[in-house]
Structures are given as structure tokens and as C-alpha cells.
């Protein structure tokens, strides 16, 4: 069973703070995605990373895969409450099969 | 893009009843549609992978009999939770797999009470 560890669970910090999430697995996964939800919604794509080492960058958002394919992060710079909400990282298998870390729930105060 | 629609966004049932919940694919074909249950401030748990033609692969722990997948064709699959209790009380979702990746259903709030 591949498991993805995804910390930290909660986040609380203040606007214009800087923050990272991780991802960390002992597995290899063929691509790691992130993924945002909001309470009561389905989650929304974020940016998919398939190349180790690979660095992608959405506005203030900076996403990170190890170089091993076993790990990710996501940096968000100068955090705005419209960032609150719950933050996933998904593996993805050549089966198709989708593993989700456990999710941050990210809190932007203003 | 590739959307998936689900219904019903909520529902509330009496104990014993059972719930079905549809997700539709509306501009694709789904192959494979994967239905999550997550419950709150929690992450989601993948509980069956569906698959068009064939029988449902659920998770380890996953009762089949409860929770019936059905796959009859390319752009609907259906998730019913039969005799549904309090327990059973959370957040669906489903998810297919597209040309642009995978794709989430709005997802279903079910309270049995």
C-alpha cells in the first residue's frame, strides 16, 4: 500500500506569512498532484508535477517534486485569507488510482 | 474541460432507508469513475474503483453489499447506500479520469438520521 504523509495538518498564520506544505512517501509515484477544496465542494486541480526535480509556479504558489519522484511541497507566498481552505496531495500510479495524503487545513487570518 | 456532474449535492434519510447518488460524466466518456467518502476536516478515502461493463473493485474494509456500484454505461455511475445508518453519515465524491486528469464530482453530503 503506498502512503503519502502530508504535514502539517493544520496551519493557522496570519496575512502576507509565508507557509509550506509537505508530502513525504516512501513509494515512487508517477505523478503528485495538489489539489484545494473548499467545505462542501469536490477538490480542484492545482498543478500536476510528473518529473523529479520538477519546480512549478501558480502566482504565489511554488510546487516542488523531490527528485526521487517520492516527495512534494507546496510554498505559498504572502498568504491571503481567499487562500484558506484544505490542501491535498494526491499520488498518482500508473494504475490510475489516486493516493491522497491527509490534508492541511490551511487558516489565513487578516 | 472534462466536468462531472453529481447528484444530489445533499441528502437527509431515515435510518434503514437507502440513498443512490449519480455522478455523470457530461462532455467525456468515463471509462473508470473512483468513489471517495471523506469525512469532515478529514482528507478522502477511495472505497471502489467502477468500471464501465465489469463489477465495482472496492478497498480493503469497503462492504460491497452496502455500498452498490453500478457502471452500466460510459457516462453514468452510481453509488447506492443500502440500509444506510448515522455511521454512514459523510461526504461523497466521485472522480474520473479525463485527457486533462482527474476530474471531481461536486460531491454529496449524506445524514442519515
Known amino acids: 500500500t503506498q502512503l503519502l504523509e502530508q504535514s502539517p495538518q493544520f496551519l493557522s498564520i496570519q496575512e502576507g506569512e509565508n507557509l509550506t506544505v509537505y508530502c513525504n512517501s516512501s513509494s515512487v509515484f508517477s505523478s503528485l498532484q495538489w489539489y484545494r477544496q473548499e467545505p462542501g465542494e469536490g477538490p480542484v486541480l492545482l498543478v500536476t508535477?510528473?518529473?523529479?526535480?520538477e519546480v512549478k509556479k501558480l502566482k504565489r504558489l511554488t510546487f516542488q517534486f523531490g527528485d526521487a519522484r517520492k516527495d512534494s511541497s507546496l510554498h505559498i507566498t504572502a498568504a491571503q485569507p481567499g487562500d484558506t481552505g484544505l490542501y491535498l496531495c494526491a499520488g498518482g500510479t500508473s494504475y490510475g488510482k489516486l493516493t491522497f495524503g491527509q490534508g492541511t487545513i490551511l487558516t489565513v487570518h487578516p | 474541460g472534462a466536468v462531472v456532474s453529481q447528484h444530489p449535492s445533499w441528502v437527509i434519510c431515515k435510518s434503514g432507508t437507502s440513498v443512490k447518488i449519480e455522478c455523470r460524466s457530461l462532455?467525456?466518456?468515463?471509462?473508470?469513475m473512483f468513489w471517495y467518502r471523506q469525512f469532515p476536516k478529514q482528507s478522502l478515502m477511495l472505497m471502489a474503483t467502477?468500471?464501465?461493463?465489469?463489477?465495482?473493485?472496492?478497498e480493503q474494509g469497503v462492504e460491497k453489499d452496502k455500498f452498490l456500484i453500478n457502471h452500466a454505461s460510459l457516462t453514468l455511475s452510481t453509488l447506492t447506500v443500502t440500509s444506510a445508518h448515522p455511521e454512514d453519515s459523510s461526504f461523497y465524491i466521485c472522480s474520473a479520469v479525463t485527457n486533462y486528469g482527474y476530474t471531481f464530482g461536486s460531491g454529496t453530503r449524506l445524514t442519515v438520521v
Open positions: 467502477s468500471n464501465e461493463g465489469s463489477k465495482a473493485t472496492y
Open positions: 508535477v510528473v518529473t523529479g526535480g
Open positions: 462532455d467525456f466518456q468515463a471509462t473508470t
